[in-house]
């Protein structure tokens, strides 16, 4: 059945990804291992496919409600009743829609209210009460009921407005009036805003978009979680929340063990939110995991934001002296094993991503999910286009945020589809070989920090005008507003 599904206007390239996955989630059988449900999509007339204002076609109105109800970017979802550009049309589409779809939410035992919302623009409250009463074609025998109704209507309007405000651009003003089916909590977003956290770290993950992170991967109750480069737990917290047993790994033993003292450290971050504990915090290199030959399909979901080199960057056991061959490997003595930390080493970009996605590989669940972040220079359509690959995995989305006037991350959805093999991971490491060879030098070197933060007036055309450069920019500021 085809809804009104309205927008927050912010991160827009997760809006669609995340509305899928969780339609996905709720709708899918425990043994359906199928992950290309798509849905389908369409604008409303004049608008821009920026808008927050999107018909999307779900599968029954409780999955809906439940998309609706835990999604961070739906501001709600809508059985749409009429629409037009004017009050008129609207009044003409509400009469045409069948009488037995609405008669039975406009019954006399029935308590409603009616809330009105715009987007582009700022109406007063007399003009509120104006557009409500211009309902009045519409039979509504119930009582009315401002805090707990059992129904309510919306009428949404957009403005009549073009390019030049900063808002994707609609020739036309629309006018909307639907059922509410479900709307989203955000209050649990300044619940788990960083700025109250216990414990927190320079690469600590915003609340808003570890829990997009958790719908992408599908977290429900019950499921096992794991982040290999935990930090300070941003992800494992949101991943809780929705009932999942976390577990977490960092190569940074003074981060999963000591933190800032006893009552500030990962555990508390828990013990802040009321939250089930993680059932550990491992100390462990990513590039040497500390998981038993033959132990896999363990996990249920790998969450991570690997070390990319611009606000940390990656490490790796070993140290230089022995990547380099100088020393040999060497055996820590039995009276010093208790509490050795091995020396380490820089970790490439190109290396870590490999050795997440050989790890998911082994020890995602068939149909699990990998959802972790990848650096991009966007001036490079090279690197914007080709993104890691491996057998095991279909990549069923791509979300990207834009971070600086050249750099962005990428938010990268995969789910596993085949089982790991010998012959698997030696086709891997052939993928491996061929992206590693295809990309720009800083993937190897790790030097995307100075590729980030260079001057920008080298990046110009050469003109050195950086204000000309400016004004020369759309003020419609697309999905990166």
Not at 19 to 36: P, R, Y
């Amino acid at each position: 059945m085809w809804y009104l599904c309205v927008f927050y206007h912010r991160l827009l390239d997760y809006r669609k990804p995340e509305v899928e996955s969780l339609a996905d989630l709720f709708s899918k059988d425990v043994t359906d291992l199928q992950c290309n449900s798509s849905l389908e999509w369409e604008l409303p007339k004049h608008h821009h496919p920026d808008s927050p204002f999107h018909f999307v076609n779900l599968p029954s109105e409780e999955i809906a409600r439940s998309v609706a109800n835990r999604s961070i970017l739906v501001k709600g979802i809508f059985e749409l009743w009429g629409e037009g550009s004017n009050f008129e049309e609207l009044e003409e589409s509400i009469r045409s829609y069948p009488d037995e779809k609405k008669l039975p939410y406009l019954t006399s035992d029935s308590t409603f209210k009616i809330a009105v919302e715009t987007f582009g623009k700022v109406i007063s409250f007399e003009e509120q009460t104006e557009r409500i009463r211009s309902l009045s074609y519409i039979p509504f025998k119930g009582r009315v009921n401002l805090k707990n109704p059992y129904h309510t209507f919306w009428l949404i309007e957009t403005d009549d407005y073009d390019s030049n405000n900063g808002l994707p651009p609609i020739s036309g003003k629309r006018i909307f009036f639907g059922r509410e089916i479900g709307t989203a909590d955000r209050k649990l977003l300044p619940t788990y805003q960083l700025k109250s956290r216990t414990y927190l770290g320079p690469t600590a993950m915003d609340a808003e978009m570890a829990f997009l992170m958790a719908n992408q991967a599908q977290v429900k109750s019950g499921k096992l979680v794991y982040d290999p480069f935990v930090g300070t737990g941003s992800i494992l917290v949101a991943a809780a929340h929705y009932g999942a047993v976390t577990l977490g790994a960092d190569i940074d033993i003074r981060v999963v063990r000591d933190g800032r003292g006893p009552d500030c450290n990962v555990w508390s971050n828990f013990k802040q939110y009321g939250l089930p504990m993680p059932i550990g915090l491992l100390r462990a290199d990513n590039n040497l995991p500390p998981w038993r030959s033959g132990l896999n399909e363990v996990f249920d979901a790998i969450i991570c934001d690997p070390p990319y080199g611009v606000r940390a960057g990656g490490r790796k056991s070993g140290g230089r002296k022995l990547l380099k061959g100088v020393i040999g490997p060497y055996t820590v003595p039995d009276d010093k094993r208790t509490g050795h930390i091995p020396s380490t080493a820089p970790y490439s970009l190109v290396e870590c991503v490999h050795d997440l996605l050989d790890l998911a590989a082994k020890m995602l669940v068939i149909g699990g999910r990998l959802v972790y972040f990848y650096p991009v220079l966007r001036e490079d359509e090279s690197i914007e286009t080709t993104f890691p690959e491996h057998p095991c995995f279909k990549l069923v989305a791509i979300s990207e945020q834009l971070l600086s006037y050249r750099y962005s991350r990428v938010l990268l959805t995969m789910v596993k589809i085949g089982p790991y093999t010998e012959e698997i991971a030696l086709a891997a490491r052939i993928k491996h070989l061929e992206f590693k060879e295809n990309h720009l030098k800083w993937l190897e070197e790790g030097n995307l920090h100075s590729a980030v933060f260079s001057p920008a007036d080298n990046h110009l055309n050469g003109s050195g005008d950086t204000k000309t450069a400016k004004d020369s920019k759309a003020r419609y500021r697309g999905k990166y507003v």
